[in-house]
């Protein structure tokens, strides 16, 4: 069980940041070049970035339940006595991709309010954007590649 959860968590996470990389910069670029929003590619690759992201948050919750990185770390070890690489997996890196999910979710529902093309590709382009930046900041890089 454990090692199938870990192991879709590890090769989603490569579709999700490639994903979400597309559509910030398809965003970035749809604003910059002050194009339409389209629903056949802007909208889908914004929501498709959307929904691979709440399938990870799922899948990463799970994991958190039953791998001896996650919450019986904390259990076991107490907040105080994690190291900064068991801290990373147990307390960071949920708590930092949580709160990206959360911020890429208020940007797709932001976009919906909007009828302008330009403030849709705005609210894309800022809310995923700090959602990569925040996901990026706390991968377990080495384990990851490991
Ligand atoms: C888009 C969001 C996320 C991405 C891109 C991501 C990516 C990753 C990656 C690349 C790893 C290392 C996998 C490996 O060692 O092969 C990992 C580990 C882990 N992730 Fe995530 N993750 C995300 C969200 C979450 C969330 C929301 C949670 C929990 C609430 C979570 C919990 C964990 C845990 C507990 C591990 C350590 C697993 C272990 O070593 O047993 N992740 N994640």
């Not at 948050?57 to 039953?66: A, R, S, T």
């Not at 190291?83 to 708590?95: K, N």
């Not at 208020?106 to 894309?124: A, C, P, T």
Request: glycine share 8%.
């Amino acid at each position: 069980m454990y090692e199938i959860i870990q192991m879709l968590h590890s090769y989603l996470a490569y579709v999700a940041l490639a994903i979400l990389f597309f559509a910030v910069a398809n965003a970035i670029m749809g604003l910059v070049g002050n194009k339409m929003f389209t629903m056949t590619k802007d909208l889908r690759l914004s929501l498709f970035a959307l929904i691979i992201c709440h399938i990870q948050l799922v899948v990463g919750l799970i994991l958190y339940f039953v791998s001896v990185n996650g919450f019986s770390a904390i259990q076991e070890f107490g907040m105080g006595g994690l190291t900064s690489a068991a801290r990373l997996l147990a307390v960071e890196h949920p708590f930092v991709n949580i709160l990206a999910i959360i911020l890429i979710t208020v940007g797709w529902s932001r976009h919906k309010k909007f009828l302008d093309g330009n403030k849709k590709f705005k609210s894309i382009a800022i809310f995923y954007g700090l959602g990569l930046i925040l996901i990026l900041s706390r991968i377990p890089w080495g384990q990851w590649f490991n």
